[in-house]
């Protein structure tokens, strides 16, 4: 275990430095950043100040570096839109997504591991055709349009509940619903599938004969190898809704993460986009290398592999 | 048995029982697997608007008339059968916006599906197939794509460098690779370990004969299967794209595009937001039940 935990996080380490590597490179893709820095009309003697200043003359490598040092001790400079820190920014809108990324996954496991059980349970009957069209259909929704109905739907039509901002816990309910039904059809198939494995096998075969109750077969012996699977895609699978939630955040104003990003990426406030890019795949890599330590704790096979 | 007993078992046999051919196999799956037929007549109906658009609407999409401006569908009252799905906020025929904009999405979700299965198949191969080195550098490449966050990489690429079909197409096919080379890795590596290719080895032949004789003509199904449902995926991409601002610019008739100018006056009017988003579901939703139909029928173990 220790040297499977030791790997991965050698591999989830190196990923991370590839990672900020592109996020670095994204800025300096986008032009000169001394001639958006100075701002429009600027001299030329203007524009070489700002570039010695900011250090925009060195080399590209140690720029890096510099750049990297300071990201690591939480420093990613300021953002020349408002000119505040952009940690400060991240800081603030850092909770709002987690929220809206947590509760998501919430529903999405809420919906897709008991309709996954029952499907298994069930195969070909309407139930099981009711969550293959549950799956089928989330896989083709546009999940900014099927936030847009919600909105139509229940805070229009109904009233019931608030169309915008992030004030109370109201206001997540339908961004929840819209980014977590995305997550729904891939962690259902995941449990369908495992469970209909799981309960084809020789031990639950076992149980049955020696006359243990269903309930405890079905949760104690078969949800759990079959759940095994579903830890890693969950980490997966909250890693991309954190990503997602650009689109999400953005209709029903959100105060997140998602929402900064694309204020400024319209307003081409770039070092704040840097730092959201590198800020989630960061997650990203943190929750795929909890999933698999998971995994590999509950699946021995895995640890020896 | 005498031998005559033996010719008359052998003739018997001969005419009683008529195994299938593979081939016979797949098309009689095919005539009875409901999603595939029904997802195929939902992407040929939409292919067909794409390609007899003109005929289909009796507007010009770009033709903007401010004297008409938001009529509603001819199913509501206000409704007229000049415009059947009534107009937007600049009076454009909002049919023909919708069904020229099946030629957006088509276009696109075709063309960033080539990017991408270019570089996700040749990553897939050279990892399956080489193992060792190959597979670690590989593996390596899909783990940082993964890491990065699809959507808001593409929206950040697509603003620095200027929204335009080309550039989404370009940004997108770099974008969504990821499950060509996951699958078609995994496939290779079953594949190489097969005998034929081990005698293909053995008589000598080239890397590249083995690669594109011996291995290519097995994958295949896979690339379709997987080229169906990245399909479907890289169309709802550009959607989101162009819903954020930072796809297909304006006034080209792009569904994401529609449902994003449709969003300001959707509490009053909502089919202008509706209306584009049954049509990228249908063709999505067509898109993904024939990409699984295709699965079952393809693969002998049936739906896994």
């Not at chain 1, 909770?95 to 069930?122: D, E, K, N, Q």
């Not at chain 1, 943190?286 to 699946?299: S, V």
């Not at chain 2, 051919?21 to 797949?26: D, L, V």
């Not at chain 2, 994958?219 to 819903?243: K, Q």
Request: charged residues 15%; aromatic residues 10%; hydrophobic residues 55%.
């Amino acid at each position: 275990m220790l040297i499977y935990t030791l790997k991965r996080l050698g591999l989830a380490f190196v990923v991370l430095i590839a990672v900020s590597l592109i996020s670095f490179m994204l800025l300096r893709v986008s032009g000169d950043p001394a001639i958006s820095l100075a701002g429009e009309g600027a001299s030329n003697e203007e524009i070489e100040f700002v570039r010695a200043n900011y250090g925009f003359d060195r080399p590209l490598i140690i720029q890096y570096f510099e750049w990297a040092g300071r990201a690591i001790r939480g420093d990613f400079g300021n953002s020349p839109y408002l000119n505040q820190p952009v940690a400060l920014m991240l800081k603030e809108r850092m909770g709002v997504t987690m929220i809206l990324g947590i509760s998501a996954l919430s529903f999405a496991m809420l919906l897709s591991i008991p309709l996954g059980m029952l499907a298994a349970i069930r195969p070909n009957t309407w139930i099981d055709r009711v969550a293959l069209s549950i799956s089928v259909m989330g896989q083709a929704m546009p999940s900014f349009w099927f936030g847009l109905i919600l909105i139509i739907f229940f805070g229009v039509k109904l009233r019931w509940l608030p169309i915008s901002g992030s004030d109370t816990w109201q206001h997540f309910v339908m961004p929840t619903i819209a980014l977590g039904y995305y997550a729904t059809p891939a962690i259902m198939r995941l449990v369908r599938s495992g469970m209909m494995e799981v309960l084809a096998s020789d031990h639950i075969r076992t149980a049955r004969a020696k006359g243990l109750r269903w309930p405890k077969i079905l949760f104690k012996h078969t949800l759990r190898n079959a759940i095994i699977p579903v830890v890693a895609v969950a980490a997966v699978q909250l890693g991309f809704m954190l990503g997602g939630s650009i689109v999400i955040e953005s209709i029903f104003a959100l105060n997140g993460l998602g929402n900064l990003a694309w204020v400024s990426i319209s307003r081409s406030d770039l070092p704040v986009v840097q730092a959201i890019v590198l800020f989630l795949s960061t997650i990203y890599i943190f929750l795929t290398f909890m999933g698999d330590l998971l995994n590999a704790f509950l699946d021995p096979r895995i640890r020896s592999n | 048995m005498t031998p005559t007993q033996q010719q008359e078992f052998e003739a018997g046999l001969g005419l009683d029982v008529v195994f299938p051919t593979p081939g016979q196999i797949m098309r009689q799956r095919m005539t009875t697997h409901k999603g595939f037929i029904i997802g195929g007549i939902m992407v040929l109906a939409v292919f067909l608007v794409a390609v007899f658009a003109p005929y289909i609407s009796g507007h010009d999409p770009y033709h903007q008339d401010l004297s008409n401006r938001m009529i509603p569908p001819v199913w509501s009252a206000q409704g007229n059968w000049d415009h059947p799905l009534g107009t937007d906020n600049m009076g454009r025929d909002y049919l023909s916006r919708l069904v020229y904009g099946s030629r957006v999405s088509l276009l696109i979700g075709f063309s960033c599906t080539a990017i991408a299965a270019v570089i996700g198949i040749s990553l897939g191969l050279i990892a399956g197939y080489f193992g060792g080195m190959a597979d670690y550098i590989v593996s390596f490449i899909i783990t940082i794509r993964l890491a990065l966050p699809a959507v808001l990489v593409a929206v950040a690429v697509v603003a620095i460098i200027g929204g335009s079909m080309q550039v989404v197409i370009l940004v997108l096919g770099c974008l969504i690779w990821d499950r060509f080379a996951v699958i078609l890795r995994a496939t290779t590596q079953q594949i190489r370990s097969m005998d034929y290719v081990q005698a293909a080895k053995a008589a000598g032949c080239s890397v590249v004969w083995i690669m594109t004789r011996e291995i290519m003509p097995n994958l295949l199904n896979s690339i379709v299967i997987v080229s169906t449902l990245e399909i479907g995926r890289a169309i709802l991409l550009e959607a989101a794209l162009s819903f954020l601002g930072m796809g297909v610019q304006p006034p080209t008739p792009s569904w994401g595009l529609m449902i994003a100018e449709g969003k300001d006056a959707m509490l009053f009017d909502p089919y202008l937001v509706t209306i584009p988003g049954v049509a990228l579901f249908f063709l999505v939703l067509g898109m993904n039940l024939f990409g699984d139909g295709l699965r079952d029928v393809t693969s002998p173990e049936g739906r896994s």
